[in-house]
Antibody
Framework: QVQLQESGPGLVKPSQTLSLTCTVSGGSISSGGYYWSWIRQHPGKGLEWIGYLSYTGNTYYNPSLKSRLSISVGTSGNQFSLRLNSVTAADTAMYYC????????????????WGQGTLVTVSS | DIQMTQSPSSLSASVGDRVTITCRASQNISIYLNWYQQKVGKAPKVLIYAATILQSGVPSRFSGSGSGTDFTLTINSLQPGDFATYFCQQDYNSPKTFGLGTKVDIK
């Protein structure tokens, strides 16, 4: 059973960098066919896809965040990380890491495993 | 970006009811449409992918239909555990985008 767990500071000051790590168990982030994403949910709002790290190490970012964003392999173990620079109150949200997989036909992607989420508040 | 519009934003229903939620894409997305269920305080869970395919382990009372721009999630015989918020998500192109959700609560 694949499990994902987010970790990182719950409070970040404006203009600083938000850093989160997702620890994956039950599967390797270098396994073929999977894409390791970050998704956020503003309080009481819908979901916003942030970007992904592919099993090959490639990344793809939401253009709305691209200039401030970096997703990379974590520093230890089976992890991947998110760094978002120059944060403002608008970055206050629940942050989820999730695995995206391709179906057996090889055509359709969907998020099949999610972490429980971590709330990040941007405030001085 | 492709905009996903869900309706209604909320609805009240009783156990045993049939519930229908719609999702409209701002452009043709073929069948690259997924549905998720999110309960309060929990992460979303995939119900249906490719518009109509039930994810393994999801009860058969959930079904999806549609293609192009208009999609529907139907819950037949609503159960107590189905009271939740439902999101659609397009995977036709990046950035992947979600609808704002439909909250299903108890009448």
């Amino acid at each position: 059973q694949v499990q994902l767990q987010e970790s990182g500071p719950g409070l970040v000051k404006p203009s600083q960098t938000l850093s989160l790590t997702c620890t994956v168990s039950g599967g390797s982030i270098s396994s073929g066919g999977y894409y390791w994403s970050w998704i956020r949910q503003h309080p009481g709002k819908g979901l916003e896809w942030i970007g992904y790290l592919s099993y090959t190490g490639n990344t793809y970012y939401n253009p709305s965040l691209k200039s401030r964003l970096s997703i990379s392999v974590g520093t230890s173990g089976n992890q991947f990380s998110l760094r978002l620079n120059s944060v403002t109150a608008a970055d206050t949200a629940m942050y989820y890491c999730a695995r995206e997989r391709i179906d057996r036909s090889g055509s359709y992607f969907f998020f099949d495993y999610w972490g429980q989420g971590t709330l990040v508040t941007v405030s001085s | 970006d492709i905009q996903m519009t869900q309706s209604p934003s909320s609805l009240s229903a009783s156990v045993g009811d049939r519930v229908t939620i719609t999702c409209r894409a701002s452009q043709n997305i073929s069948i690259y449409l997924n549905w998720y269920q999110q309960k309060v305080g929990k992460a979303p869970k995939v119900l249906i992918y490719a518009a109509t395919i039930l994810q393994s382990g999801v009860p058969s009372r959930f079904s999806g239909s549609g293609s192009g721009t208009d999609f529907t999630l139907t819950i037949n015989s609503l159960q107590p555990g189905d009271f939740a918020t439902y999101f659609c998500q397009q995977d036709y192109n990046s950035p992947k985008t979600f609808g704002l959700g439909t909250k299903v609560d108890i009448k």
